[in-house]
């Protein structure tokens, strides 16, 4: 199992799901991806899974809880006169999931401490349910360096082991920021980055998604990432 969370929302954690599960099903693996809570979609097709299956190939996905209002899964289950998401009953759906795959990837909503009930139960709560690794993706620009900072300090708090960083979408052209973030970011993981797919590469077709995945993921994930060649 690896839960997928990152520094906040729109920095890459579905792209980055859909080339883990890629890269899986490219090895012969069988894969399931879990969306616990979808916000900001109203009931009907599209989602966050819709594009890891369009990416990926992958089938088997779920989807426990959607809210149309773009919100935390707290706030947007309230807004909705709904209650809240049981993370305890999205673990037992993993492990249930967990008996029939190779691999489970579950992808959070927004960032590791964003609210899913009134409690405060957060995806990082999911995880030590899970005694699951965390896959922390995060931005390459200015501000992703406390970002990542603060959401690696949670992780340890909470005595979760990170599966590594990744930049969810390196630009074309980096600017100064950008480059400058490849070292610091090492620095700040202590250890290398896991990775740094291309921005864009959600747009492109399923062939062309896996190379990218492949160039864009690091060892441990499955592909050939390497830093110094971006």
């Known amino acids: 199992m690896l839960v997928v969370s990152g520094t906040g929302t729109e920095v890459g954690k579905t792209v980055v799901t859909a080339a883990v599960a890629a890269l899986a099903l490219a090895r012969g693996e069988r894969v399931a991806v ?23 190939g992958v089938r088997l996905t779920r989807e426990l809880a959607r809210y149309p209002d773009p919100l935390s899964p707290e706030a947007a289950a309230r807004r909705a006169g709904r209650p809240p998401l049981d993370l ?3 673990a ?13 990837l579950v992808e959070g909503a927004g960032g590791l401490l964003v609210r899913y009930d009134p409690a405060g139960a957060t995806i990082a709560d999911l995880a030590t349910m899970l ?24 992780l340890s708090a909470r005595r979760l082991g990170p599966a590594g960083v990744v930049i969810g979408s390196w630009p074309e052209r980096p600017g100064l920021a950008e480059r400058a973030n490849l070292t610091d970011l090492v620095t700040i993981a202590g250890r290398p980055l896991a990775g740094a ?4 590469a959600g747009g492109l077709d399923r062939g062309a ?13 499955g592909g050939t990432f390497d830093a110094h060649t971006i």
């Open 197 to 200: 797919l291309p921005a864009g």
């Open 34 to 56: 879990v969306k616990p809570a979808q916000t900001g979609e109203v009931p009907g097709p599209g989602g966050d899974l819709e594009v890891v299956r369009r990416l990926s």
């Open 92 to 104: 037992v759906v993993v492990k249930q999931l967990a008996a029939a795959a190779d691999l489970v």
């Open 131 to 154: 005694s699951a690794p965390v896959l922390v993706v995060v931005s390459s620009g200015l501000g992703t360096l406390n970002h990542t900072a603060l959401t690696l300090e949670a």
């Open 88 to 90: 305890a009953e999205v």
């Open 209 to 221: 998604f896996l190379a990218a995945a492949r160039a864009g993921l690091g060892p441990e994930l």
